[in-house]
């Protein structure tokens, strides 16, 4: 709702001029009430009502820690990914780049301490791919902390995220924006147009192009260009229809990170190589992988959305969306072991290598057809008021994964001056294939219940049923990873190399209380929970009695609860949020150290803390900032940390801080930028020897100005990392590998509205 004097003097004056000349003045005269809704021109940055329908109170009043992204907010930071998008909720990012052979090419998202990956939604449907997701269609982000079982199904311990789409609408709009940067270009475009003719018809168009390279770094490119349309139907009527289609092309030479020698907490990996440990690091511009190395990804996602209004209180609602995406690439990879280093001659450093030793491939398709149908009402029993919703969803999510030859090998790289034109290494799809496939049907049901005008108590609870299957055709004895040759088959030969399944039920639940203190502010507790079966994360079924995949083992439990209060002060402008809560996760694999057998006896806990503001201090004065605090603990099974003592959970900092202001200095001219802070975080633990165990804290500061030159023309500039800090954004699971941060980064934005 618009809060401002100027928008309450309007709503009067319509509100007087609609009475009956000469009663418009009169006392205790009842008038027609005018609903004013949306943003105004300010573009705010605080928004206060979550995007599904499954939340039906606004944020104040919704006793869980949540965090939404607005494009307001996005545009200010210039963020095109979500992965920047996501910079503005404190501990939330990707510190993870993959293990060894495994790298991570999309949003791999660490949230809580635990991997949230799998858990990534577009207007509450899952979104699957290993992909980096773009925001040019995106109107706002939302981040849903705590156990989301309830909420979405089987999904990440931690919580989830979800990415709401541009849709048409009756407002007639155009804009468009051409950012620059060295070696960067993109270019985006968004025009909304009412249909004449057609009652509440309404038809938008999104477009993207960006041909860049990424700042810092050698060799590495994001090239991408998207697509998305929305048509509209009976809008402001009782039956309503929407058609969303969207494409997104990449075309990527990937990051396989560089060397982590030189690092803080490198030692040496070779008992017979001490020098190693005094080596200088190497420049983290350096590309070391080769011109051969490549990404393409293709995504293309259509959602048709049907609403009917039985009354102004009930509302049915159905979603159906087909979606695929297509990853397909050659990323060349390396291991820092002792076996992959040469250092002919010691005492000069210009002489040695690192071998080449990783070209990893994927083929992979996601393709997955759901549909959700949910009934929405408001009723009365007796003297109290529910927001109630019960639905159904089926969805059927399928993995396909190709697997290739090789032949050769590439030679290896020279440590302070790689070279990536070479050739050595051919390579062809050999016939192997893996399939994932699973199957859902879900029930669920909410509900709010207004006690009084001051207790609100919100619950749901949500039944899965799932069946996952998961089949493997493998050439024998061929790569790393491969089923062993038997009964005389020859090397290359396919095999059947895992036919596994599994089914079960999984229910999940969630009671919160709210105690309205005042119309604007409350103090919660809340009680979730939710179950990850096997396969669910990554479609693959395992044999392997170490792997939480075994179709043997009972899914993995998580169990949350938080307390916390939440303020909008200052007329409703600013929003003030506190929370501190404890996640329990059970059913980790551990094995007995005697017997060495394994069982479902592991248990890890996460307890913290997290504030944040968002919104207006004045009405030229924005802010969004967020701290938390995170105590990760093993309290039942092995330690997951390099060092046998250290039982903390890994990718996980224990203090994080986002913050981001703007002031508008002058009816044109709006200046902004603000701190980011990530402390030591723990890699995770394989046996790797000599490679730092942890990446280090640091703060990251961005800024931004940006003028009006006319009501429909802007500039805006952004400047990233100001005081070119450098810091490893990601570390691989050894430690042999990581992704350093951008370095200072400068991009300016043309930009027009009307």
């Given amino acids: 709702m618009i809060r401002s004097k100027k928008h309450e003097a309007a709503v009067v004056f319509l509100a007087l001029g609609s009475a009956p000349l000469g009663v418009a003045h009169a006392d205790n005269v009842a008038l027609p009430t005018v609903n004013v809704s949306g943003k105004s021109e300010r573009n705010d940055i605080k928004v206060d009502q979550l995007s599904s329908p499954k939340f039906s109170q606004p944020l104040v009043d919704t006793p869980q820690t949540i965090t939404i992204i607005d494009q307001a907010l996005i545009k200010q930071q210039g963020a095109t990914t979500l992965t920047e998008a996501l910079r503005n909720t404190p501990g939330v990012s990707t510190f993870y780049l993959g293990e060894n052979g495994n790298t991570t090419t999309g949003d791999s998202v660490y949230m809580r301490g635990y991997d949230a990956s799998s858990s990534i939604y577009v207007d509450g449907v899952q979104d699957l791919g290993a992909i980096s997701r773009d925001m040019f269609n995106i109107e706002q982000v939302e981040v849903i902390k705590g156990a989301s079982g309830t909420d979405y199904g089987v999904s990440s311990p931690?919580?989830?995220?979800?990415?709401?789409?541009?849709?048409?609408?009756?407002r007639d709009s155009t804009a468009g924006s051409l950012e620059l940067g060295q070696s960067y270009a993109r270019a985006t475009a968004d025009v909304n147009r009412a249909l004449d003719g057609v009652k509440g018809g309404a038809v938008r168009i999104n477009v993207m192009g960006q041909k860049a390279d990424v700042a810092g770094r050698d060799s590495i490119e994001n090239n991408r260009g998207g697509v998305a349309a929305s048509v509209a139907l009976g809008?402001?009527?009782?039956?309503?229809?929407?058609?969303?289609?969207?494409?997104?092309?990449?075309?990527?030479?990937?990051?396989?990170?560089?060397?982590?020698?030189?690092?803080?907490?490198?030692?040496?990996?070779?008992?017979?190589?001490?020098?190693?440990?005094?080596?200088?690091?190497?420049?983290?511009?350096?590309?070391?992988?080769?011109?051969?190395?490549?990404?393409?990804?293709?995504?293309?996602?259509?959602?048709?959305?049907?609403?009917?209004?039985?009354?102004?209180?009930?509302?049915?609602?159905?979603?159906?969306?087909?979606?695929?995406?297509?990853?397909d690439y050659l990323l060349t990879a390396f291991m820092g072991s002792a076996a992959n280093w040469l250092t002919p001659d010691p005492s000069n450093p210009s002489t040695w290598t690192i071998a080449r030793?990783?070209?990893?491939?994927?083929?992979?398709?996601?393709?997955?057809?759901?549909?959700?149908?949910?009934?929405?009402?408001?009723?009365?029993?007796?003297?109290?008021?529910?927001?109630?919703?019960?639905?159904?969803?089926?969805?059927?999510?399928?993995?396909?994964?190709?697997?290739?030859?090789?032949?050769?090998?590439?030679?290896?790289?020279?440590?302070?001056?790689?070279?990536?034109?070479?050739?050595?290494?051919?390579?062809?799809?050999?016939?192997?294939?893996?399939?994932?496939?699973?199957?859902?049907?879900?029930?669920?049901?909410?509900?709010?219940?207004?006690?009084?005008?001051?207790?609100?108590?919100?619950?749901?609870?949500?039944?899965?049923?799932?069946?996952?299957?998961?089949?493997?055709?493998?050439?024998?004895?061929?790569?790393?990873?491969?089923?062993?040759?038997?009964?005389?088959?020859?090397?290359g030969t396919l095999v059947n190399a895992a036919d596994l399944s599994t089914s079960g039920n999984a229910v999940s639940w969630k009671l919160g209380t709210v105690y309205k203190i005042t119309p604007d502010s409350s103090v919660y507790v809340n009680y979730a929970n939710a179950q990850l079966p096997p396969g669910s994360a990554n479609f693959q079924l395992s044999s392997n009695a170490n792997s939480a995949n075994n179709p043997d083992y009972a899914p993995q439990k998580t169990k949350t609860i938080e307390a916390g209060a939440k303020w909008d002060a200052l007329d409703g402008r600013l929003g003030l949020a506190a929370a501190v809560y404890q996640t329990e996760v059970l059913n980790g694999i551990v094995q007995d150290p005697v017997s060495l057998q394994y069982y479902q006896t592991g248990?890890?806990?996460?307890?913290?803390?997290?504030?944040?503001?968002?919104?207006?201090?004045?009405?030229?004065?924005?802010?969004?900032?967020?701290?938390?605090?995170?105590?990760?603990?093993?309290?039942?099974?092995?330690?997951?940390?390099?060092?046998?003592?250290?039982?903390?959970?890994?990718?996980?900092?224990?203090?994080?801080?986002?913050?981001?202001?703007?002031?508008?200095?002058?009816?044109?001219?709006?200046?902004?930028?603000?701190?980011?802070?990530?402390?030591?975080?723990?890699?995770?633990?394989?046996?790797?020897?000599?490679?730092?165990?942890?990446?280090?804290?640091?703060?990251?500061?961005?800024?931004?100005?940006?003028?009006?030159?006319?009501?429909?023309?802007?500039?805006?500039?952004?400047?990233?990392?100001?005081?070119?800090?450098?810091?490893?954004?990601?570390?691989?699971?050894?430690?042999?590998?990581?992704?350093?941060?951008?370095?200072?980064?400068?991009?300016?934005?043309?930009?027009?509205?009307?």
């Fill in 235 to 327: 809008l402001g009527t009782a039956n309503r229809l929407w058609f969303d289609a969207m494409y997104l092309k990449q075309n990527n030479v990937p990051d396989g990170g560089v060397p982590t020698i030189g690092l803080p907490g490198y030692t040496s990996p070779d008992s017979k190589r001490p020098f190693l440990a005094n080596a200088p690091a190497v420049d983290p511009s350096n590309f070391y992988g080769t011109d051969s190395d490549y990404q393409k990804v293709t995504s293309s996602r259509y959602t048709l959305t049907l609403e009917h209004d039985f009354n102004p209180n009930t509302t049915l609602r159905n979603v159906t969306r087909w979606a695929q995406t297509q990853n």
């Fill in 357 to 491: 030793s990783l070209p990893t491939f994927l083929n992979q398709q996601n393709t997955i057809l759901t549909n959700q149908t949910s009934l929405k009402t408001n009723l009365q029993t007796g003297s109290i008021q529910h927001d109630a919703l019960v639905g159904v969803e089926f969805t059927r999510s399928k993995q396909n994964n190709l697997s290739y030859a090789t032949q050769g090998a590439w030679p290896a790289a020279n440590l302070y001056a790689p070279d990536p034109d070479v050739t050595g290494l051919t390579w062809d799809l050999n016939g192997g294939h893996a399939e994932g496939l699973s199957n859902t049907a879900a029930i669920y049901a909410f509900d709010t219940a207004h006690l009084t005008d001051r207790w609100l108590v919100t619950g749901g609870v949500r039944l899965d049923h799932y069946r996952t299957s998961y089949n493997s055709v493998q050439a024998c004895g061929v790569g790393r990873g491969a089923p062993a040759c038997t009964g005389g088959a020859a090397t």
């Fill in 158 to 170: 931690s919580g989830s995220i979800n990415l709401v789409t541009k849709q048409a609408n009756m």
């Fill in 603 to 754: 248990k890890q806990r996460v307890q913290g803390v997290e504030l944040s503001a968002v919104g207006n201090i004045t009405p030229d004065w924005q802010i969004n900032a967020g701290w938390t605090l995170m105590d990760t603990k093993v309290t039942s099974g092995s330690a997951v940390g390099n060092d046998p003592d250290d039982y903390q959970l890994n990718y996980t900092p224990r203090t994080a801080f986002t913050s981001w202001t703007s002031y508008r200095v002058t009816p044109k001219l709006t200046i902004g930028g603000g701190p980011r802070y990530t402390s030591m975080l723990q890699r995770g633990k394989d046996g790797a020897v000599g490679t730092p165990q942890y990446a280090d804290s640091y703060w990251v500061v961005d800024a931004m100005a940006s003028y009006q030159l006319t009501k429909a023309m802007s500039l805006q500039l952004n400047v990233y990392n100001l005081f070119n800090k450098e810091y490893v954004a990601a570390i691989n699971k050894s430690g042999y590998r990581y992704t350093p941060g951008a370095p200072r980064t400068v991009r300016l934005t043309a930009a027009v509205k009307f």
